[in-house]
């Protein structure tokens, strides 16, 4: 398992680096700092939900869910701010989504409830309450301070995307380096054998799923502080994007194969192929159809792979 691992990270790496050799061919602009920066900026919302999503699907789940999580705790933010202030608005936030990501967990894991049935009922419980708390008008977020998490530079590099790298540090530690990790990898590959060799295979479920709603509430605080308002529509069709780049990294839809660190290659391809298409003046309409083109060959190439 480790090799296959291995062997489809490094697949994603050539592919990524094919990709910025033809970007920088196509384009003079692509490898100036403030373009590549501006990338690494682009890709923390997607790649930090992605992370999360990484878990999920390592156990054989999928989690839709994501984006209206994401939009419950962007509203909630801005709602929290004025009255409440900034630790306590994010405090609340970040458990409102790692609360909703529970529910999730314990209707897959403990009611026996599909996983894509239960997070697509969760996508739309979460954007109701967004839309009610705000009545369906934005709120506008006054903070300044609030601003730097999605626009403020630490020692030269995006915040944003110094918070993605902590979020793929951590995750690595976690799938890689924790007894949790590896019962993970367990779960996805085998879920009876896992049960049977003492793994508690309904607890461990239930917390991808919180890990998951945790990190798409931060990937909320990242979102919010970059728009500077919160908006219930916020984040979506995020799901759709970090599940791409969770497919791109090589993590089987299957479960028990993949890693956090393909996952992050797998978002670098999209940003990168996105930003060398804004470059070169593609039809934002066209861009979607190279995604889903994307999308449809990395699950083939998957396929063949799992096939030999």
Do not use: C, H
Request: net charge positive.
């Amino acid at each position: 398992m480790l090799r296959r691992i291995g062997a489809g990270r490094l697949g994603g790496l050539i592919a990524l680096v094919v990709l910025i050799v033809i970007a920088s061919l196509l384009s003079d602009r692509f490898l100036t700092v403030p373009n590549l920066l501006n990338v690494l900026r682009q890709i923390a919302i997607v790649g930090i939900l992605a992370m999360g999503m990484t878990f999920v699907i390592l156990t054989a789940g999928i989690d839709l869910s994501i984006g209206s999580i994401l939009g419950l705790s962007v509203v909630l933010y801005a709602g929290l701010l004025e009255s409440w202030g900034l630790p306590v608005a994010i405090t609340l936030g970040m458990l409102a989504g790692a609360g909703a990501g529970l529910v999730n967990g314990i209707g897959v894991a403990y009611a026996g409830i599909p996983a894509f049935i239960m997070t697509l009922g969760m996508l739309s419980f979460a954007r109701g309450l967004a839309f009610i708390y705000t009545g369906g008008t934005p709120i506008p977020i006054l903070d300044e301070t609030f601003y730097n998490f999605g626009n403020g530079y630490f020692l030269g590099i995006p915040i944003p995307a110094l918070v993605l790298i902590a979020t793929l540090l951590a995750s690595a530690f976690v799938l890689g380096m924790t007894p949790f990790g590896r019962s993970v990898y367990g779960i996805g590959s085998n879920e009876e054998a896992a049960r049977m060799s003492g793994v508690p295979v309904r607890l461990y479920k239930t917390v991808v799923y919180v890990i998951s709603g945790g990190l798409a509430a931060l990937a909320g605080v990242v979102y919010s502080s970059q728009l500077g308002i919160g908006t219930p529509i916020a984040g979506q069709g995020y799901e759709l994007d970090a599940i791409a780049a969770v497919v791109v990294g090589g993590t089987s839809l299957f479960g028990g194969k993949g890693s956090v660190w393909g996952t992050f290659i797998g978002t670098l391809i999209i940003g990168v192929l996105a930003n060398t298409l804004n470059l070169n003046g593609v039809d934002p309409f066209v861009q979607q159809l190279v995604k889903g083109a994307l999308i449809v060959v990395a699950v083939f190439g998957m396929s063949r792979a799992n096939r030999t």
